[in-house]
């Protein structure tokens, strides 16, 4: 017969590799800066997801880290409203005890421990911006001879989805809307008689109303911005 002795037992967890499986829900695409809250909503995480903790990971198109809401109700509290334009991403994270990096500021990158990203989903934040354009004003003289503008520039800092010239009387009604520089340069003034015009730059997203020949700028609805204007006297 043996003679032995057992000690006590120590117990040892193995954890799944954490997985945060796939993501569903969206994109999403707002308008950027109109007051009007902007929240996602039906976003889903994947049954099959593992992982002692949990979070949802905003970031930019860049991965930097913009916000950490814990549950899927935060994340539907979350105003992208007020972020202005851009985009932003949502991930969901699992993760073990000892993540390091997930906090607002750093890069998505840059985490280090024991965790799994979900794939991202994106929300896009349309803010047109018409910006600054420069030249002229002009000046001609009505007299058959053909007048044309040129020398007009954007600023640079112009965005949205679509653009087009606007050329207005001076009290804002639309008299042509030329898409591009080329088509606005080549635009006889002269024909147009003795008066004021107006030439502003658009951008906007799809969906704007109003921007028709005969209506009035201040009229225009949807996503969209107006530039200042430069003046065309025709003598």
Do not use: K
């Not at 120590?10 to 950027?32: D, Q």
């Not at 997801?49 to 950490?68: C, K, M, P, Q, Y």
């Not at 334009?85 to 699992?94: D, E, F, H």
């Not at 965790?115 to 002229?136: D, E, K, Q, Y």
Request: glycine fraction near 14%.
């Amino acid at each position: 017969m043996y003679s032995f002795d057992l000690s006590n037992s120590i117990t040892v967890f193995r954890n799944p590799e954490p997985s945060a499986g796939m993501l569903s829900g969206g994109p999403f695409t707002f308008i950027a800066g109109d007051g009007t809250v902007d929240n996602v909503s039906g976003i889903m995480t994947d049954a099959n997801a593992v992982g002692t903790n949990s979070t949802f990971v905003i970031t930019d198109e860049n991965a930097n880290i913009l916000g950490l809401p814990p549950t899927l109700m935060a994340l539907e509290g979350v105003d992208f409203d007020g972020a202005g334009g851009g985009v932003c991403l949502i991930w969901y994270l699992r993760f073990e005890d000892g993540l390091t990096g997930a906090e607002v500021g750093a890069n998505a990158a840059d985490l280090a421990g024991d965790f799994s990203l979900s794939n991202a989903i994106s929300v896009t934040r349309n803010a047109p911006n018409g910006g600054m354009i420069s030249g002229g004003p002009f000046n001609f003289t009505v007299d058959g001879t053909p007048d044309m503008v040129s020398g007009i520039t954007l600023d640079g800092t112009q965005s949205g989805t679509n653009s087009t010239w606007v050329i207005t009387d001076d009290a804002g009604n639309i008299l042509g809307l030329p898409p591009t520089m080329a088509d606005l340069e080549m635009v006889d003034f002269d024909a147009a008689g003795p008066g004021v015009c107006l030439i502003w730059y658009l951008r906007f997203e799809d969906g704007l109303e109003g921007a028709m020949a005969g209506m009035n700028a201040s009229d225009l609805e949807g996503c969209f911005s107006l530039s200042n204007s430069i003046t065309v006297t025709r003598n």
